[in-house]
């Protein structure tokens, strides 16, 4: 069963599919909510690969572990899709553009920062990157703001972490444990309930 089920991921997204799409998300200006729209509208939207539950899911999780949220996305996805192999092109196709921008824009910063070039940035790119941040929030966000126990976890979080100043990763840790205990045996009960109602 889980061979099929890894055969029938591998074929929703080709290995060539995984460096061009990791690749426009490494190119995506905005930081992480930008890279996160760029895979949303791929992997979600267009190709259907993933469901939306499924990408906040995977989201949620990259947030917990220790290293970057989009290289812990270009992991699951590359593993998910391609195995190991998949994994090495995701995360060198999400780094290529990175790279090769920063070293081009050292080079440029070293021989134009006395120019006015560099004064266009704030009232050009700036802009432009909040934008795609602002519609990837709202996007991700339209789906979770609805009246759930998923909102009020995160209204509570959200308040345990501005006024009482808890650790995030405290608070993170301890949201995953209610969802994956607590939640997990609500959800059976109710299916439960609701399949003993239609017989």
């Known amino acids: 069963m889980k061979k099929q089920q890894s055969e029938r991921d ?5 290995r060539g599919e995984l460096f061009s799409i990791f690749l426009k998300a490494g190119l995506a200006f905005g930081g ?4 996160l729209a760029v895979l949303e509208e791929e992997l979600v ?3 259907q690969a993933v469901s939306k539950d499924e990408f906040l899911t995977i989201y949620g ?22 195995g190991l192999s998949g994994t090495v092109i995701a995360l060198t196709a999400l780094s290529l553009p990175v790279f090769i921008l ?11 920062r006395h120019s006015r070039l560099f004064d266009l940035l704030p009232v050009t790119i700036m ?10 929030a709202l996007k991700l966000g339209k789906d979770v703001f609805r009246p759930s126990r998923e909102l009020l ?6 308040a345990l972490a ?7 990763a405290l608070i993170l840790l301890v949201g995953g444990a209610l969802g994956a205990f607590i939640l997990q045996k609500v959800e059976k009960k109710n299916q439960t309930e609701s399949k003993g109602s239609n017989k």
């Open 153 to 158: 976890i995160a209204c509570a979080a959200f």
């Open 127 to 136: 802009p432009a990157a909040l934008a795609l941040i602002v519609i990837a």
């Open 32 to 35: 992480g909510l930008g890279i």
């Open 102 to 112: 920063t070293i081009a824009l050292t080079i440029a910063y070293h021989y134009l």
């Open 162 to 168: 501005l006024f009482l100043r808890l650790n995030p």
């Open 61 to 82: 999780i990259g947030r917990i572990v220790p290293s970057g949220t989009m290289t812990a996305l270009a992991v699951a996805y590359g593993y998910k899709f391609g």
């Open 45 to 47: 939207s267009q190709r």
């Open 10 to 14: 591998s074929t929703l997204v080709t």
